[in-house]
């Protein structure tokens, strides 16, 4: 059942790792689907900015 869990991980908005506040991605890379996004806190006190490896992995790839 590891598809079930990995769909739910995906349906999860991503979150500031610092303040838990949403994040909006900075860069996104359509060409690339499952390359890191660059995401920054929408908290303006926080601001953090980080990279973000999307949760998928898939053992077939790295063969
Ligand atoms: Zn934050």
Redesign the pocket.
Known sequence: MTEMLTSLRTSQPTT??????R?FILKESPEEPGSPQAHQ???AA???TFIEEEDQEDPERQV
């Not at 500031?16 to 506040?21: E, N, Q, T």
């Open positions: 500031c790792p610092v303040c838990g506040a994040t806190c929408l908290d926080c601001q953090f």
